[in-house]
């Protein structure tokens, strides 16, 4: 086994990163930290909301592909800008009847329904401040 310095590690890393792209970014661990909590959010969290999508469509006969053209533009948008500039939908415009429609729809599906509240809730009060 061979005992490396830090520096040497670090240089040895730099080295192999540099060989495979030019952008880097060198965090400590909290931002490490704060980076995976960002990942699940990103990923995990969005990839069950896919899921929660394709149970709600196919339960009533509609393909889940149908919406893959608006999955593929909203991931394309928020590359490209500021997520939040690009909010829409009926918690960001206020639309409160929509939203009851909604929760009707989802009123045989509780845990969808909670979720379906807490985002809507958080999109509202994005919009307010």
């Known amino acids: 086994m061979v005992n490396c310095s830090a520096a040497v590690d670090r240089e040895v ?4 990163a540099d060989s495979i792209t030019t952008k880097q970014y060198p965090l400590d661990d909290h931002q490490k930290s704060v980076l995976h909590l960002a990942a699940v ?23 889940f592909e149908i919406l893959y053209p608006i999955i593929s533009d909203t991931t394309s948008k928020a590359l490209g800008g500021e997520p939040e500039a690009l909010q829409t939908g009926p918690a960001s415009r206020g639309d409160v009847e929509t939203m009851r429609k909604h929760e009707i729809l989802l009123s045989g599906q509780p845990d969808f329904l909670d979720i ?10 994005k919009r307010k401040e």
């Open 41 to 63: 959010f990103a990923n995990n969290f969005t990839n069950h909301l896919f899921t929660i999508c394709k149970n709600i469509v196919e339960k009533e006969g509609v393909p």
């Open 116 to 125: 379906y509240k807490v985002l809507s809730k958080s999109i509202a009060a």
């Open 13 to 16: 890393v730099k080295v192999l």
